[in-house]
């Protein structure tokens, strides 16, 4: 008989979704595994499809992605190049959602500002790409055994997120976990 650990109880694999193009996918159960964000949604789809097969109890972490009112300002016009990187990222995480949530898994989302600063490794006011080489070193001396990158390393990290709240905050886990069930989705 195998032993009961109590974390198991609300998730035996741990999915964690970095959204964006250049985003990752980070899997934890008893080991840990990386992956490129799939880049359409029936590739997305296919591996969620696979996942649903192999998983005994998943539960998937998706970074939570919204427009902030800075970003709002610049529709008018000011930055063109800003304004299409923020509109693909939005598109992504909607496909990404779509198929989390199409396929049945229990999910949670989560901000940047929550998970960075649960980690407590949130720099206020960092630039983008010093904050991305820094949570790249974190994430490889969290988990060594894998080949951290500027895509997976967000993903890992909220793997990492996670564990521990599954550990030390099991109540926050099931106060956010959000489930819609696919009779739900097909009379909405």
């Not at 970074?63 to 016009?77: F, I, S």
């Amino acid at each position: 008989m195998e032993n009961i650990n109590p974390e198991y109880l609300l998730a035996r694999e741990i999915i964690a979704c970095d959204p964006g193009v250049s985003g990752g996918i980070a899997k934890w159960s008893d080991r840990i595994e990386v992956w490129n964000m799939p880049g359409s949604l029936d590739d997305l789809c296919d591996y969620f499809d696979y996942q649903k097969s192999i998983c005994k109890n998943p539960l998937v972490i998706l970074e939570k992605v919204q427009l902030w009112q800075g970003d709002e300002n610049n529709k008018q016009g000011q930055n063109v190049g800003r304004q299409f990187r923020i509109q693909k990222m939005l598109n992504q995480y909607a496909e990404l959602r779509s198929a989390i949530r199409s396929r049945g898994f229990q999910y949670i989302e989560v901000s940047p500002v929550s998970w960075q600063s649960f980690l407590s490794i949130r720099i206020k006011g960092e630039e983008r790409v010093i904050r991305k080489r820094r949570f790249k070193d974190i994430a490889s001396d969290w988990y060594p055994s894998v080949k951290v990158t500027l895509n997976n390393a967000d993903a890992l990290l909220l793997v990492e997120f996670m564990r521990r709240k599954l550990k030390y905050n099991p109540l926050w886990v099931t106060q956010n976990i959000q489930k819609k069930s696919d009779k739900n989705l097909l009379s909405k």
